[in-house]
Antibody, heavy 121, light 106 residues
Framework: QVHLQQWGAGLLKPSETLSLTCAVSGGSFSGYYWSWIRQTPGKGLEWIGEIHHSGSTKYNASLKSRLRISVDTSNNQFSLNLRSVTAADTAVYFC???????????????WGQGTTVAVSS | DIQMTQSPSSLSASVGDRVTISCRASQGISNYLAWYQQRPGKVPMLLISGASALQSGVPSRFRGSGSGTDFTLTISTLQPEDVATYYCQKYDSAPWTFGPGTKVEL
């Protein structure tokens, strides 16, 4: 059974970099795209971006200039880095499994437990 | 980008009631529509994919329908454990966009 375990710093100051990592266990890592999604009271659920084990990425245009998603294939992990955070980046961040590499689109069927990130001076 | 809207934003119903939630896409997305349930304080859970296909383990009182731009999630007989916020999401192409959610209360 596929399991996603995520971790990272939960309290940041404005202008710092948000860093989160998600580890995939119990199933195929290379067969899927892996996404980051965040949830705020004001904007609801917002897809941030996705990565494949090859390193191929796709980002939400609204965050692209500050965003980097990377992959560690040796440990079946992927990471989120969001630079220059502000209070607007305060949210619960989730990692999730998405579409397959075969080209078939798919919804997010497996989610990490979520990490609450607060940005405050 | 395609926008997703939902109505109502919240509703209150009684145990045993039939509940209907609507989701609309600003452009056609065929049947690439998913529904998620998020209970208070929990992680979103995929209920339905392909607009109408129930995920394994999801009770049969949940039903999804629609295609193109208009979709519906129906709970035939509301149960206490169905108190949650329900989100639709399009997955025809990136960006993978969610609706704003419908909060279901008793």
């Amino acid at each position: 059974q596929v399991h996603l375990q995520q971790w990272g710093a939960g309290l940041l100051k404005p202008s710092e970099t948000l860093s989160l990592t998600c580890a995939v266990s119990g199933g195929s890592f290379s067969g899927y795209y892996w996404s980051w999604i965040r949830q705020t009271p004001g904007k609801g659920l917002e897809w941030i971006g996705e990565i494949h084990h090859s390193g191929s990425t796709k980002y939400n245009a609204s965050l692209k200039s500050r965003l980097r998603i990377s992959v560690d294939t040796s440990n079946n992990q992927f990471s989120l880095n969001l630079r220059s955070v502000t209070a607007a980046d305060t949210a619960v961040y989730f990692c999730a499994r998405g579409r397959t590499i075969s080209g078939a689109v798919a919804p997010f069927d497996i989610w990490g437990q979520g990490t609450t990130v607060a940005v405050s001076s | 980008d395609i926008q997703m809207t939902q109505s109502p934003s919240s509703l209150s119903a009684s145990v045993g009631d039939r509940v209907t939630i609507s989701c609309r896409a600003s452009q056609g997305i065929s049947n690439y529509l998913a529904w998620y349930q998020q209970r208070p304080g929990k992680v979103p859970m995929l209920l339905i994919s392909g607009a109408s296909a129930l995920q394994s383990g999801v009770p049969s009182r949940f039903r999804g329908s629609g295609s193109g731009t208009d979709f519906t999630l129906t709970i035939s007989t509301l149960q206490p454990e169905d108190v949650a916020t329900y989100y639709c999401q399009k997955y025809d192409s990136a960006p993978w966009t969610f609706g704003p959610g419908t909060k279901v209360e008793l």
